[in-house]
């Protein structure tokens, strides 16, 4: 197996050379109670009730494109992972971010903060009610803009599983001029971040459903 | 299989930290340490925007195994930290000393900048058992200092991460295949 994730050093991502370390990687010689090898755990009550809905989360609705994203987590062997923390947070319908430093001309939108959280179930699904993030314009280089995107943070059982990573959509014609998707070297790797439209997920006269799984890495007790 | 990794970006700071986030036990438990630092480019210069995460065993040695990671009651301990630096690229965590031989601290930084997060460990100073802690003794001889915190006051330590530079600080690994 190859590994799937991007290299540290991508100059085409202008933030990369002075952040990515230049030092070979060491191999560590984990034992079997290596704190590595688990995670923190999470239990319900430690979540709110409408974290799992960005749509409900203001006293009226936000504007853009209402939509359902779901999936599972599962481990390197296929094996759905109960109980694993997702947290996602995203742009607004108009591409911009709640956030000071974000400075994109666009509006904010008083009825969406956009960013949720939730617990998979005894399957490994997490399911999210959103609305579809907008694409947005970056400096890295001139006439940069991202492919609309939803960031997704994930807790697996053993904290060398610990995934930060982004979903993309179906078709995003942006694809071939972001850097940060074009990162990942294997072009079947890359399709990993890519959601499918799901008429089952979907629900009539209401939401279009998007199915995107999240696969963790093997553990070192694994490989 | 597995899915790759993409950076956190420079927005996740409304969605992530949290207030409880710094403190794995609270700064009144009679055991508490502060451990503090600085993450720093191969400039020199401090990241502004970088996410700091820890997970440790407690006083005794033992991980927490049930939920609290997130929510800690009281005088608990969670186990799990989560700091986001500031303007200066400080970080801190209320906690305390783990057990065992060689205590150590399991840290993720993530940042714009960082196609996937960097894993280190902070080992404490003075302690007989770093010498023959596996983990520590696989790294060069050279760079092991790097993974050991600055004892700063009796009860603080400091832990600064270089990414990049003259004096970058050990990374291991985390793909294992899959």
Redesign the interface.
């Known amino acids: 197996?190859t590994?799937?994730?991007?290299?540290?050093l991508?100059p085409p991502?202008g933030?990369?050379?002075?952040?990515?370390?230049?030092?070979p990687?060491?191999?560590?010689?984990?034992?079997p109670d290596?704190?590595?090898l688990?995670?923190?755990?999470?239990?319900h009550?430690?979540l709110g009730i409408l974290d799992d809905d960005l749509t409900r989360q203001h006293s009226g609705e936000p504007l853009g494109e209402r939509i359902i994203v779901t999936g599972q987590v599962l481990d390197?062997g296929?094996r759905p992972v109960p109980g694993a923390?997702v947290?996602?947070?995203q742009t607004n319908a108009a591409g911009r971010?709640?956030?000071?430093?974000?400075q994109h001309p666009a509006p904010l939108d008083p009825n969406f903060?956009?960013?949720g959280r939730c617990l998979t179930d005894a399957d490994g699904r997490y399911r999210f009610v959103t609305i579809k993030p907008g694409a947005y314009p970056w400096r890295n280089h001139h006439n940069a803009w991202r492919p609309a995107h939803i960031?997704f943070?994930v807790f697996g059982t053993a904290?060398?599983q610990?995934?930060?990573?982004?979903m993309y959509f179906p078709g995003d014609p942006l694809f071939a001029y972001d850097p940060?998707?074009q990162?990942?070297p294997d072009e079947k790797?890359?399709e990993?971040?890519i959601s499918r439209l799901d008429m089952d997920t979907t629900v009539p006269e209401w939401a279009l459903g998007y199915q995107w799984?999240?696969?963790?890495?093997?553990?070192?007790m694994?490989? | 299989m597995t899915t790759p990794s993409q950076t956190v970006g420079p927005f996740f700071g409304y969605a992530l930290p949290y207030a409880d986030g710094p403190y794995v036990v609270p700064e009144w438990h009679p055991d508490a340490i502060r451990i503090r630092g600085r993450i720093l480019d191969g400039a020199g210069e401090p990241l502004p925007d970088a996410l700091v995460e820890i997970w440790q065993a407690d006083a005794a040695g033992d991980v927490p195994r049930g939920g609290g990671a997130w929510r800690r009651a009281g005088n608990d301990f969670s186990g799990f930290g989560r700091c986001g630096t500031d303007a200066a690229g400080n970080y801190w965590f209320s906690t305390v000393k783990p057990g065992g031989p060689a205590p150590h601290i399991a840290m993720l930084i993530f940042a714009r900048g960082l196609l996937k997060p960097v894993a280190t460990r902070a080992y404490f100073p003075d302690e007989p058992g770093n010498a023959t802690d596996p983990v520590l003794s696989a790294v060069p001889p050279g760079r092991r200092d790097t993974l050991v915190a600055v004892r700063e006051g009796d009860r603080s330590y400091r832990f600064d991460v270089h990414l990049r530079g003259e004096r970058e600080t050990v990374f291991f690994e985390r793909y294992f295949g899959g």
């Open positions: 197996m590994d799937p994730n991007p290299p540290y991508y991502y933030s990369t050379p002075l952040r990515a370390p230049a030092q990687l060491v191999m560590p010689k984990y034992g290596a704190i590595e688990s995670s923190p755990v999470f239990g009550e430690e390197s296929g923390l947290e996602i947070w971010y709640v956030h000071l430093r974000d903060t956009g960013a960031h943070s904290f060398t610990r995934l930060i990573t982004q940060i998707f990162s990942i790797d890359r990993r971040l799984d999240i696969v963790l890495g093997a553990t070192p694994e490989a």
